[in-house]
């Protein structure tokens, strides 16, 4: 990766890290929200290969808009037209109820660009994965295969984007989805 690749993604980092500063995951050890972002990031640089700089900038990114004050023209101005287009497909809007936006993910999936599919697949991961290993404590076994079956759902339709990333992502959904049986304990 060239050096100004490498600048745009860590002042990407940076200015995630600094939106999410007051944010946490919903895990039992209320973990940084940053480390969500930094999880996408490692997924499609070690996992899928990925060098494109704008994806990975609009992996870093993907949250800021929806869960934090930061606006897409912030995004533009300071990261450029072609990040700001990715940050803004994998927005959702939050005017609607939860389960319209659900359904939305589903309905508009197959539509996103390559690039936005790519950092779609990567969230959908690092999701199911952290439902799998640090779920949220009053999440019902139940509320947590139906959200690995929804992730699943979403990633159905963006399928024959990249081959690897989607064999993870199986892989992933299948680990997490074992851990909603009634008979499985998590390990601590
Ligand atoms: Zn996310």
Redesign the pocket.
């Known amino acids: 990766m060239e050096q100004g690749a490498l600048g745009q993604v860590i002042d990407a980092l940076h200015f995630a890290a600094y939106k999410h500063r007051y944010q946490r995951r919903k895990d039992v050890e209320q973990t940084p929200y940053i480390n969500?972002p930094i999880e996408?990031l490692r997924i499609l640089f070690e996992d899928g290969g990925v060098r494109d700089p704008v994806v990975l900038v609009s992996a870093l990114l993907?949250?800021t808009v929806e869960d934090t004050e930061t606006t897409l023209e912030e995004i533009r101005s300071r990261f450029g037209a072609d990040v700001a287009a990715v940050v803004e497909q994998v927005t959702d809007d939050k005017s609607q109820p939860q389960d319209v936006r659900k359904q939305l993910q589903i309905d508009h999936a197959a539509d996103l660009s390559d690039r936005a599919k790519l950092v779609k697949l990567a969230?959908k991961t690092?999701?199911l994965r952290n439902v799998a290993q640090s779920p949220p404590p009053d999440w019902s076994l139940e509320r947590r295969a139906n959200y690995c079956n929804w992730g699943k759902r979403v990633v159905d339709e963006m399928r024959g984007i990249h081959s690897a990333l989607e064999a993870l992502f199986d892989e992933t959904y299948e680990a997490a989805y074992k851990t909603c049986n009634p008979q499985f304990t998590l390990e601590k």
């Open positions: 969500h996408l993907h949250d969230d690092a999701n």
